[in-house]
């Protein structure tokens, strides 16, 4: 299942790249994350919890970074496992610089198998679209608090 979209920031793109490629604060804003560890600048995983209709799917996601250039472009591989589903993602986002601060598009692939996977699309796609909304929302959140501290105290 494939989801994209557009996102706009009133910050400078410099402070949005840094906030979408640092892992310890993508972990931040990842809802249901119970743990997370940095093996180097590209490799990293994470316990989380995703809600499904029928209770909590308890994942284990490791999350490799695929390209980067900076400050316009970066993609990533995440790869996870649960009981019942194995989820395969692949995600990048472009940000290019406005006027007024920073527009992101972003594209997500998610690809879940097992009996999870087996619920079908018309289920999942409502979960993932209100993960993605969660994200982005502690994203907006998270670029503005470093937006803010980065700005000199008047």
């Known amino acids: 299942m494939k989801v994209e979209g557009d996102r706009s920031f009133a910050v400078p793109r410099d402070i949005v790249w840094d906030v979408m490629n640092s892992p310890a604060k993508m ?3 990842m809802p249901g994350v119970d743990s997370f560890e940095i093996q180097d600048d590209t490799h990293w995983n994470a316990k ?3 809600p499904l209709g029928m209770g909590l ?3 284990t996601v490791d999350f490799e970074k695929t390209e980067e250039r900076k400050p316009e472009y970066s993609s990533l591989k995440a790869k996870g496992k649960g009981v019942g589903a194995i989820m395969n993602m692949t995600t990048s986002f472009t940000l290019a610089e406005t006027a007024s ?3 992101m598009h972003w594209v997500a692939d998610v690809k879940i198998l ?3 996977g ?3 699309q018309r289920i999942l796609q409502p979960v993932v ?4 909304d969660q994200v982005l929302t502690a994203l907006d959140h998270q670029v503005s608090t470093a937006a803010a501290s980065a700005s000199p105290a008047a």
Do not use: N, S, Y
């Open 57 to 59: 799917l308890h994942m």
């Open 114 to 116: 097992g009996p999870v």
């Open 27 to 29: 972990a931040a804003i």
């Open 118 to 120: 087996a619920m079908g």
């Open 101 to 103: 601060g920073t527009d």
């Open 48 to 50: 989380v919890k995703v």
């Open 129 to 132: 679209k209100q993960q993605v």
